[in-house]
């Protein structure tokens, strides 16, 4: 490809009027020239994270459903913004970028659950929202698969060690999904060492966590009955002390392997990993047509899916969600699709209630417009949706940081942004889950407890915790 008039460093003196809260920088010289080289669909995606441990940010989103996979190391640009306007700032800049470059460039990132989040313990450097054009990034979609270079050198050696390590990992794969193996070359642990130690999982700590849940619960309720909110989304957060910093890697893969039907993803800044295995899209845009999916109603197992869809308490919470999605998105698209009724859908252990939306997009709106209207649906904030965030800064047990916000991934006229659930941060030697659960009149305190245990126990396995993962399954 040729390369950008007049270099990609103009971007920051272009950019830089759009906002007081954005931050905007430009790594490297002035003049980058971008490469694209096709690379076999039998190239593993995470392959391009391992090959580069110390570049950061890292960034990985794979949807095995829809054939999509998308991992990005480095950065030549970035663009960070809150406030209610976040992602109209970052999609202005990074306009200004691609009118300098000439050329569609691959964008990356997130954002968190509230707009107005504070990057505080344990969410030191994920901002309320952050984009970046990284300097690597392995793209498949659509039967293709190819590697975008931005002012890198030595390709073909890449090339290679990406195939080379992606066919080591296929020999390794069978292992890890039956649970024999951690990822090929990785350290074994030593012998007679714990795999992890709990933090607030004494029974004093567990119990007190309960009562506030319930506490919460309460609180929830008694704003249905009074009529100000119709559904609530709760999360709770589970913290982990580990007795050596886990491979972030290591975990994406058995998240993959594990995790049937779910789009794993990772966000890493500096010592920090956001990760996890979720069954939630946003918006799935393929030029003008977007697809969306509603997902709300829970079962345990695969054995309870006819139950599910018989359940009024599930269907009803579902409707919602469908209902919430269908109205913010009408004023955007030209036309709307939806499922007649919904599907019971299995992701890992647990079945949702799905029903799927497509529609077509009015000229002029894109993906960053659709997902600032969307986000969050009934299913992760609730119904009315400001009336459920007013009370959730009140009663949420923890703060979400990004947990129920969006990761994304654009390039031309298509993008992806999933919702980060069954997911969790990793630091160090520590790392801080997280699960929700919706609530609505009827929902019952300790079933929805049991349903945040469930959803929790897909980070604590692919930690290696099986015993925590017991315990967080059981119901």
């Excluded at 700032?89 to 509230?114: D, H, K, N, S, T």
């Excluded at 919470?317 to 698209?333: N, Q, R, Y």
């Excluded at 529609?359 to 009336?387: I, M």
């Excluded at 305190?445 to 399954?473: I, N, Q, V, Y």
């Amino acid at each position: 490809m040729r390369n950008p008039p007049g270099g990609l460093a103009a971007a920051v003196l272009l950019s830089r009027e759009f906002s007081d809260h954005s931050a905007e920088h430009l790594a490297g010289p002035g003049h980058l020239e971008v490469c694209v080289r096709e690379l076999p669909q039998s190239v593993d995606a995470l392959a391009l994270l391992e090959l580069h441990p110390d570049e950061a940010p890292h960034f990985f989103m794979e949807n095995p459903a829809g054939g999509q996979a998308v991992a990005g190391v480095g950065e030549v640009w970035c663009c960070e913004a809150s406030g209610s306007d976040r992602l109209a700032r970052i999609r202005q800049a990074f306009e200004v970028i691609m009118g300098v470059a000439g050329i569609e460039l691959p964008l990356v990132g997130g954002f968190a659950f509230r707009a107005d989040h504070i990057a505080e313990e344990p969410w030191q450097g994920f901002p309320a929202a952050r984009f970046w054009v990284p300097r690597l990034t392995l793209q498949r979609v659509g039967g293709s698969t190819r590697l975008i270079s931005i002012g890198a050198q030595g390709l073909d050696g890449l090339c290679d060690a990406l195939q080379a390590r992606s066919a080591l990992v296929a020999k390794e794969s069978v292992r890890v999904a039956q649970g024999h193996g951690t990822r090929p070359g990785a350290e074994p642990r030593r012998a007679g060492r714990a795999p992890y130690e709990p933090i607030g999982e004494d029974s004093s700590t567990v119990v007190l966590e309960n009562q506030r849940w319930r506490q919460s619960i309460e609180v929830v309720l008694q704003a249905i009955k009074e009529g100000r909110l119709q559904k609530a989304v709760l999360a709770r957060r589970q913290r982990v002390a580990l007795t050596e910093p886990p491979d972030p890697v290591a975990v994406l893969r058995r998240l993959r392997a594990r995790q049937s039907g779910c789009t794993t993803f990772a966000v890493a800044f500096g010592n920090g990993t956001f990760l996890g295995s979720t069954p939630e899209h946003l918006l799935d845009l393929r030029g003008r047509e977007a697809r969306f999916e509603a997902i709300a109603g829970t079962a345990f197992g695969a054995s309870n899916a006819e139950a599910l869809q018989s359940s009024i308490k599930d269907r009803w919470e579902h409707e919602l969600v469908v209902a919430g999605i269908s109205a913010a998105i009408s004023p955007l698209v030209v036309r709307l699709e939806r499922e007649p009724t919904p599907v019971a859908r299995h992701f890992g252990a647990l079945t949702h209630l799905v029903t799927s939306l497509r529609a077509d997009l009015r000229a002029g709106v894109d993906a960053f417009e659709v997902a600032e209207r969307l986000h969050p649906t009934p299913a992760t904030g609730g119904v009315p949706r400001q009336a459920a965030l007013d009370l959730l800064a009140t009663v949420d047990i923890a703060a979400r940081g990004w947990y129920a916000g969006g990761v994304a991934a654009l390039f031309g006229d298509q993008a992806q942004v999933a919702v980060p659930l069954r997911c969790g941060l990793l630091r160090g030697c520590e790392a801080w889950l997280w699960a929700g659960a919706g609530i609505v009149e009827g929902s019952d305190p300790e079933r929805e407890w049991d349903e945040t245990r469930a959803k929790l126990a897909p980070m604590l396995d692919a930690l290696l915790l099986s015993e925590l993962a017991a315990g967080a399954s059981s119901v």
